[in-house]
């Protein structure tokens, strides 16, 4: 039942055991890309279905990156899979899309009770993306650009662009108002950036590296591969 709207859509659903590389590679038959879509703690996985991946004559490999560029800490295992496909020489397509929308919470914002944590001052920007609207960009650019401007290509991407105090500012107008906003020193926070994954998120975003990329970089890669990409703000996003 849980992958009856994907059997509707004409999508093939087979079961497999990512350590069973017979079922893996059978799976893998005829196969030109491979998008992974692993969860964050399962990422490390990648490392094997790649290989399996390689053997079975996949020619592009989108690993389940889809956050930020930040490759240290709880996010090591991105460079670990990358590294992984330039030693078996299998193309990669990283896509940079910011932190998913719908998750944004996690951030500091309380929506339900009026209330945001910001880490440092407040105005600094990070990146978002609907994960449908991923799901289009991804699908759009893998099925009609060129295979030279895919093959070991980072494109970053974003749905909205915005700092802790502008969202403030939108949820306070949405809400109709007042948000308690409450301040954490940024070196107390950073104390806990390798042991605690809200910690390090929130320091990695006050140091100013939760965006997808530079904002002239991603305007570049959304004209080039999907120009008429219309993604949800962040507004949309900010309920109660």
Do not use: C, M
Not at 76 to 100: N, W
Not at 208 to 224: D, H, L, M, R, W
């Amino acid at each position: 039942p849980a992958f009856a709207e994907y059997k509707e859509n004409g999508a093939t659903v087979i079961k497999v055991d990512y350590s069973t590389e017979g079922e893996l590679k059978k799976a893998f038959s005829g196969v030109e890309v491979v998008v992974s879509a692993l969860g964050q703690f399962a990422l490390g996985v990648q490392v094997e279905v790649a290989k399996v991946a390689k053997a079975a004559g996949v020619q592009l490999f989108v690993p389940a990156e889809y956050g930020i560029y930040v490759t240290e800490g709880f996010t090591s295992h991105k460079k670990v899979v990358q590294d992984t496909l330039k030693e078996l020489q299998l193309p990669y397509t990283v896509f940079y899309t910011g932190f998913f929308a719908r998750d944004h919470g996690f951030l500091g914002f309380d929506y339900a009770n009026a209330r945001i944590r910001v880490v440092g001052s407040g105005d600094v920007p990070f990146s978002v993306t609907a994960r449908p609207d991923i799901a289009r960009f991804v699908a759009h650019t893998l099925t009609t650009a060129e295979p030279t401007d895919l093959a070991w290509a980072k494109i970053p991407i974003e749905g909205d662009r915005k700092t802790h105090h502008e969202v403030a500012a939108i949820a306070e107008k949405k809400f109709g108002k007042k948000f308690e906003i409450e301040y954490v020193d940024l070196e107390e926070n950073r104390k806990k950036f390798n042991t605690d994954f809200i910690a390090f998120f929130t320091t990695i975003l006050a140091d100013g590296n939760a965006v997808s990329g530079p904002a002239e970089a991603v305007e570049a890669a959304i004209q080039k591969f999907f120009p008429e990409w219309n993604p949800s703000p962040i507004d949309e996003f900010i309920v109660a």
